[in-house]
């Protein structure tokens, strides 16, 4: 691994005492949805920013939510995680996504897009697909953060967004973070779970995301799914016609439902 990458990784401070307890709650068997909204009320800030979250227009709810017991109601505990890790974002990085062209907010959007686009599929599919799901297309791209420091650092910022507008997908854009900083902004999310001792599934979903076919047979679905929700909202755009025609032939390739796809495409995008 580059080695200011690693440094960069192994600099970021640690998770905070409530996301640590949301996590051990998510992840045990013997847990209740009461116990994570007793955490969760512990900490007011976190509670702003998960109802703020939660009341985003892409998941389609037609009445605000107003409190933390109905949000862990209508999202289950997953989402409700992958909330609360989203937070940490701000928290735990000085986001600058220069190289890439686009804006901390404009991140931060395209995240809550990739959840609401998750959220409304797998809502359908499979519910217990969140369990992993969730989390992961929150955090999918964190990676790119740290990658942008060390372009900006190495002052190798220009010639990375100069090459960038010559491609259009993930793929290429994974190639690219290869050629130019000898690592994909996959493997560093990836690294970062280990990092912060996050479950290793999550981390392997995110890691295989572009490649699903070399994921654990148990994970392969998990990772289609989140290769074709890259594939529709990203850093080049959003939604597109040409994403959506695309992630059908995806849809087609790992054997997935295409009208549950479409459908939910429709509610994100209304």
């Known amino acids: ?9 192994k600099s ?11 996590q051990q709650i998510c992840s045990s068997d013997d847990s209740d949805i009461a116990e994570l909204i007793s955490v969760i009320h512990q900490d007011p800030m976190l509670t702003a920013n998960i109802l703020r979250s939660a009341n985003s227009p892409l998941y389609g709810f037609s009445r605000e939510i107003a409190d933390i017991n109905r949000a862990v109601a209508l999202f289950g505990m997953a989402t409700i995680r992958g909330f609360a890790l989203a937070g940490t974002i701000k928290k735990s990085f000085k986001i600058d996504l220069t190289p890439y062209g686009i804006s901390g907010t404009k991140f931060m959007d395209l995240a809550i897009m990739q959840n609401a686009l998750a959220f409304n599929w797998c809502s359908k599919i499979n519910r217990e697909l969140l369990n992993i799901i969730s989390p992961a297309s929150f955090m999918m791209d964190i990676g790119k953060i740290i990658i942008a420091k060390e372009l900006i650092d190495s002052k190798k910022s220009d010639n990375f967004r100069s090459k960038m507008q010559n491609i259009s997908t993930p793929d290429e854009l994974c190639q690219l973070e290869m050629d130019i900083v000898g690592i994909s902004s996959q493997m560093v999310t990836a690294q970062i779970f280990k990092n ?10 995110i890691k ?19 290769n074709i929700i890259s594939n529709s909202i990203n850093v080049f755009d959003t939604l597109s016609q040409s994403q959506i025609d695309n992630s059908q032939e995806l849809l087609k390739l790992y054997n997935l439902d295409a009208k549950l796809y479409l459908n ?7």
């Open 1 to 9: 691994m580059n080695e200011a990458i690693y440094k960069s990784i």
């Open 12 to 22: 970021l401070p640690p998770l905070d005492e409530t996301i640590i307890k949301i």
């Open 196 to 205: 912060w001792n996050l479950e290793l599934e999550i981390a392997d979903v």
């Open 208 to 226: 295989y995301s572009l490649n699903p076919t070399d994921a654990p047979e148990v994970l392969r679905k998990h990772c289609a799914i989140l």
């Open 264 to 270: 939910a495409i429709e509610k994100v995008k209304n």
